[in-house]
């Protein structure tokens, strides 16, 4: 009972975060300034890193969590650059 409750939890949340990703990409494409855009790509990458984690559970490969965590580093810097060029206008002094 508990393996199949895991196995239909799992895709109830792959379906959850990839509605998500579609309504972040819709606020990514249609966001009326730019901070709304940086927005929906944080939130983006965010949804893309826990999709992953949720597909390398249900597959039981560690290579989902590997490139979870390689798309949660490069999606923290890019939030970070583009938060400093939204605020600055440059983003290397």
């Known amino acids: ?10 895709l109830v949340a792959q379906l959850f ?3 998500g990703m579609g309504c972040a990409a819709f606020r990514l ?8 855009r940086v927005l929906g790509l ?3 990458y965010v949804n893309a ?4 984690l949720t597909f390398g559970i249900r597959t039981g490969s560690t290579h989902y969590f ?3 965590l390689v ?3 490069l999606g923290f810097v890019a939030t970070a650059a583009l938060a400093k060029f939204l605020m600055r206008g440059e983003v290397i002094e």
């Open 66 to 68: 590997e490139a979870a």
């Open 42 to 44: 944080d939130t983006m």
């Open 29 to 36: 494409m249609r966001g009326p300034r730019a901070q709304d």
């Open 49 to 52: 890193t826990m999709l992953l």
């Open 17 to 19: 975060l990839g509605l």
């Open 71 to 73: 798309i949660a580093l």
């Open 1 to 10: 009972m508990t393996a199949a409750l895991l196995g239909w939890s799992i």
